[in-house]
Nanobody, 124 residues
């Protein structure tokens, strides 16, 4: 069973930046798409960004386009989420997830494993 461990969350003022990282224990990491989701209090978990197995294709929620960037380093079994121009509405627990195939996906059902999450708090 793959283990995903997120890091890099914290508190930041609006307009600031944070970089999240997710380390995977799986040797076949490079064969799967990865994604980031978030869940704010009282809201459903929502897709944030996804990246294909090879890193050549990415996808973003409209709310984070031009502000967030997903990337991966398959040699380090790690996926990243660079978040810039953060807004208070970005406050949530952020989760990384491992896809069921190499193709970038957006729906929670398309992901087979989840991390425990890391809290991101953006103050106004």
């Amino acid at each position: 069973q793959v283990q995903l461990v997120e890091s890099g969350g914290g508190w930041v003022q609006a307009g600031g930046s944070l970089r999240l990282a997710c380390a995977a224990s799986e040797r076949s990491f490079s064969g799967y798409a990865m994604g980031w989701f978030r869940q704010a209090p009282g809201k459903e978990r929502e897709f944030v960004a996804g990246i294909s197995a090879g890193g050549g294709t990415t996808n973003y929620a409209d709310s984070v386009k031009e502000r967030f960037a997903i990337s991966r380093n398959n040699a380090k079994n790690t996926v990243y989420l660079q978040m810039s121009s953060l807004k208070p509405e970005d406050t949530a627990v952020y989760y990384c997830a491992r896809g069921r195939s190499p193709i970038v996906a957006v729906g929670p059902a398309d992901f087979a494993a989840w991390g425990q999450g890391t809290q991101v708090t953006v103050s106004s």
